[in-house]
């Protein structure tokens, strides 16, 4: 028999928590910092609209693009809240989950050889997919000194000729670091003369809790080379609905909306009219599970500054990104040491990619109550070290 | 009252027992800070109290609890005032408030069996003056209570980890 897997297949890493993954399902009592998703359930409103909508029968494949009424009311959405302006019939993709909105942006805008600048630490699967788009995924460090931030000056030294997307994520997970306007505005002009197309995944963009978010596309001149990506998991919890969105100018989208077709026909339906739901009546849920959020952080961050563990204050998401270089071990020690002695987990922060070695990733979507437990078993950990 | 204050009421209600310090790293102001507010909106009456929600069904606790209607006559000059504070000065009854609808002063009243809750009605809130109508409700069960479910609800499962 011959080999079947394929030179791509082969080539993208496995993931790098799997051995954690499988570790801690045989263990009893871990509090996990491990988790990218609320703890919150979807609220209820929403929950119900999904159940109605079974009951109405409204299980059939939606058009492609998505409900009409869901793509209306974010388009009303965008607007108000980030002052972005997207024809609902004509620059918008309702896609599952941000995950394939990603998978079909980078797919859309990339040939073989090109490169795709991919600002790090990130999300685990921007690299992988660019790989599997047949492009070179070129990591642009992001360092703690800039509190995360994307800095022009290291984008600068990595664009060649060949460069054609740069990928960026703010607010960030794994940092939590955000970009502003002004920070926004020299990646917007690199952008713009070295003619790349930005793809700006945003799906933390309600977790912003310093200052309003600000949309990539609404930067300078960007909107006519931007793919802005965005969704309903982190805002609303609901990430097993897995509704995303994908939003571009009306070339760009009609790219993404030739391979959303054929590989997904269309977002589940039942998460579409949760979706649409939520748009229509969850706001005030949304607000207080944002507040709840800053609460935790305020109270994670100060517990890790006097655990010892020195971090930036993250201005959204909800990751903390603590450096653990002092304690003398890698990030994968720590995390798999702290798991076997404190039963804690948490994300070492070289799976992020470059610039996240010798960090940790805690997300802190979790209650109160497992915080200051988790805290207390990080506080000793380093005390026993 | 700013923003600040807001904040820490919504902590408090959610949960008063947090102390001074935790309340201070919440909300980024330092724990002296936070007392004095504390202090001032004791002082000021906008914290009224410090209670806790208690499933008395499952403490083992019989008590019987009633959502009482009213229908009042109001006084010329005073409304429901006058009346709405009397009836609230009686120990058993643990909520009042005046209502829009089919009736006005809403009751909740407690005691140890439905004949004490019965007798308290009919001994101290029916014979009152311009009292014309009274409802009584006896509450069967309660689900949720102050945005506390009392019925157990699976943990959702969640993975240990994801990206």
Request: net charge negative; aromatic share 8%.
């Amino acid at each position: 028999m011959r080999d079947f897997i394929s030179e791509r297949a082969r080539e993208i890493p496995p993931s790098g928590i799997r051995k954690f993954f499988d570790l801690v399902l045989t263990m009893e009592g871990v509090i996990s910092l491990g988790v990218g998703e609320p703890d919150f359930r979807t609220p209820w409103t929403i929950c119900e609209s999904g159940i109605y909508s079974v009951e109405q029968g409204a299980t059939s494949y939606s058009s492609n693009r998505g409900i009409q009424k869901l793509r209306d009311a974010l388009s009303r959405h965008l607007a108000q809240q980030y002052n972005l302006s997207y024809d609902s019939n004509t620059e918008m993709i309702i896609t599952t989950g941000v995950s394939e909105g990603l998978d079909i942006a980078i797919r859309a805008v990339t040939d073989p050889g090109d490169e795709v600048l991919i600002a790090q630490p990130s999300y685990v699967s921007y690299a992988p997919c660019v790989t599997l788009a047949g492009g070179k995924p070129v990591p642009v460090r992001c360092v703690e000194k800039d509190h995360f931030k994307l800095n022009p000056d290291l984008l600068a030294e990595k664009i060649t000729p060949k460069s054609k997307a740069l990928l960026i994520n703010f607010p960030n997970n794994p940092t939590g670091a955000v970009m502003s306007k002004d920070d926004l505005k020299p990646i917007a002009d690199l952008a713009i003369d070295h003619d790349l197309v930005v793809i700006s995944d945003e799906v933390y963009s309600e977790l912003s809790y310093e200052k309003p978010h600000c949309a990539t596309a609404t930067v300078g001149d960007l909107r006519e080379r931007t793919i802005t990506l965005n969704g309903f998991s982190k805002a609303y919890a609901m990430t097993g609905w897995r509704i995303g969105y994908l939003c571009a100018p009306p070339e760009l989208c009609d790219a993404a909306l030739k391979i959303h077709q054929y590989v997904m026909l269309c977002a589940p339906v039942i998460g579409q009219a949760g979706a649409a739901e939520a748009l229509h009546s969850a706001e005030e849920d949304k607000n207080g599970m944002v507040n709840e959020y800053r609460l935790r952080r305020n109270m994670f961050i100060a517990g890790l500054n006097r655990a010892g563990l020195p971090c930036h204050v993250p201005e959204g998401a909800f990751y903390a990104f603590p450096s653990i270089e002092k304690t003398g071990l890698s990030d994968s020690e720590f995390a798999e040491r702290l798991l076997h002695e404190q039963k804690v987990a948490v994300v070492p922060g070289s799976v992020f990619g470059e610039g996240g070695a010798g960090h940790i990733r805690c997300a802190y979507a979790v209650s109160r109550q497992d915080l200051s437990e988790a805290l207390k078993r990080i506080e000793s950990f380093i005390t026993d070290l | 009252m700013d923003e600040k204050d807001l904040e820490i009421l919504r902590i408090l209600e959610d949960n008063s027992r947090l102390s001074a310090e935790e309340v201070a790293t919440m909300t980024g102001l330092a724990s002296g800070e936070v007392t004095a507010r504390v202090s001032a909106l004791e002082a000021a009456q906008v914290i009224k109290g410090y209670s806790t929600v208690v499933n008395w069904e499952k403490a083992g606790n019989s008590e019987v609890s009633a959502i009482i209607e009213l229908k009042v006559s109001p006084e010329r000059d005073y409304g429901y005032d006058r009346i709405a504070e009397r009836l609230s000065r009686f120990r058993q009854v643990k909520t009042l408030r005046l209502m829009t609808g089919t009736y006005d002063l809403q009751l909740i009243v407690t005691g140890r069996t439905m004949q004490e809750v019965s007798r308290f009605v009919s001994e101290h809130v029916a014979p009152m003056d311009r009292i014309r109508e009274t409802a009584t409700h006896i509450i069967m069960k309660t689900y949720k209570e102050n945005g506390n479910a009392f019925f157990e609800q699976p943990e959702p499962e969640r993975l240990p980890y994801s990206p």
